[in-house]
């Protein structure tokens, strides 16, 4: 089989006839939710990323030679070549690249073991080079692509991805091909909490068939296994025993001809937490004076707002809140009364709504003076 390549160099900017500036603006896929050094992988519908790691400005990525195109994350050569396998064959597919070296783009189409199209990518070189960015367009005339090879240097470390997009190829006639709305959902539970609600999907399809639901993860369920297209779906999540972190898994629906997978990212925090900034507050008062002014403690809490109450465990402490729940002002004052000289200890007692939340103590402190 004949192969078609195409050369551009970065520096001046020469079209190919697989090269388009014009960014495809069906399914960009920023990197945003992948870990970062961590591989995208399966984290989005529609395509499966292999190789490489997500490298975060400021973090690991040198983002003053390799700039993301969006957002703060990219998809990077780390280690060897980047490649793209699509679920569906795709019309066309779209790249922003950022290149330091040559970057080829190899195209094969469905059932193809040689490549059938090649762009070649060609950064600018010389004493005072650096990398450069554009957006590629990649397409096989007359056919469509099933996966596509980005190669820099063996070693990798060369070029960086990022707004990745492609453009499905339209439905043959006759095929009863499934599709899924949305294609990506999120949940989010704090261990103690509340599980979220189930969300819903629409699964469509160009005639009426049968579907069934499989799922990848214990955890991720989907309201029916069978069911008779084009329906809602409820999608839920069981994170009883599941510990603090991020987990992935995917929902697989399939009638007799196609099949398409629902992306699930579901991220597991702790219990939330309350804290106080301070922990301790110390007060002076003299003997028959005036009350010492009241100093205030910031209650907050982690992985979720708490609703708390204050419980002063001495008669000579008063607090008040300015809201009900976290983040919250808390107002402290002491009023020694006719208490003789002397040094006396006590405490507030902060306790969230939910019986499974640990209380919180702030410590106060009174000096009485002659």
């Known amino acids: 089989m004949r192969v078609r390549i195409h050369t551009l160099f970065l520096v001046a900017c020469l079209g190919g006839a697989a090269l388009s500036y014009a960014q495809t603006s069906v399914a960009p896929i920023d990197f945003e939710n992948v870990p970062d050094g961590t591989s995208p992988d399966a984290a ?29 994350k990219v998809w990077a050569d780390t280690g060897g070549p980047l490649a793209a396998r699509f679920t569906d064959p795709v019309s066309t597919v779209s790249v922003a690249v950022t290149s330091s070296q040559r970057v080829v783009a190899v195209m094969f189409s469905p059932g193809s073991a040689t ?7 060609d950064a600018a070189t010389g004493a005072n080079a650096v990398p450069r960015a554009m957006t590629a367009q990649l397409t096989i005339p007359g056919r469509t692509i099933e996966r596509v090879l980005f190669r820099g240097t063996a070693a990798g470390g060369s070029f960086t991805l990022d707004d990745l997009a492609f453009s499905v190829s339209p439905r043959a006639p006759g095929i009863n091909n499934l599709s899924i709305q949305p294609v990506r959902l999120r949940f989010e539970f ?13 699964v469509d399809s ?24 084009p329906g809602e779906v409820g999608v839920s999540i069981v994170p009883a025993g599941l510990a603090a972190g991020s987990y992935s898994a995917t929902l697989t629906f399939r009638n007799s001809v196609s099949s398409q ?57 008063s607090a008040t809140q300015t809201g009900p729940q976290t983040p919250a002002n808390m107002g402290v004052t002491v009023d020694a009364g006719n208490r003789p000289p002397g040094i006396y200890e006590g405490s507030l007692i902060l306790t969230p709504q939910s019986s499974t939340q640990t209380p919180l103590i702030v410590r106060v402190r009174l000096e009485v003076v002659p």
């Open 115 to 121: 490549p059938n199209e090649m762009l070649i990518l």
């Open 44 to 72: 989005y519908a529609g395509v499966t990323l292999i190789g490489g790691s997500v490298l975060t400005s400021g973090v690991t990525l040198n983002e003053a030679d390799f700039p993301p195109r969006s957002g703060s």
């Open 190 to 202: 704090s261990i103690g909490g509340q599980v979220p609600a189930s969300q819903r999907i629409f």
């Open 206 to 229: 160009s005639e009426s068939s049968a579907v069934t639901v499989t799922s990848s993860a214990a955890w991720l369920r989907a309201s029916a296994e069978r069911f008779q297209s």
């Open 261 to 317: 997978q629902l992306f699930v990212n579901l991220t597991v925090l702790n219990p939330p937490e309350l804290f106080a900034l301070p922990t301790m507050l110390s007060f002076t008062q003299r003997v028959g004076g005036a009350r010492p002014s009241a100093q205030t403690v910031f209650v907050g809490s982690r992985n979720s707002n708490l609703v708390f109450s204050i419980a002063p465990q001495e008669s000579w402490i």
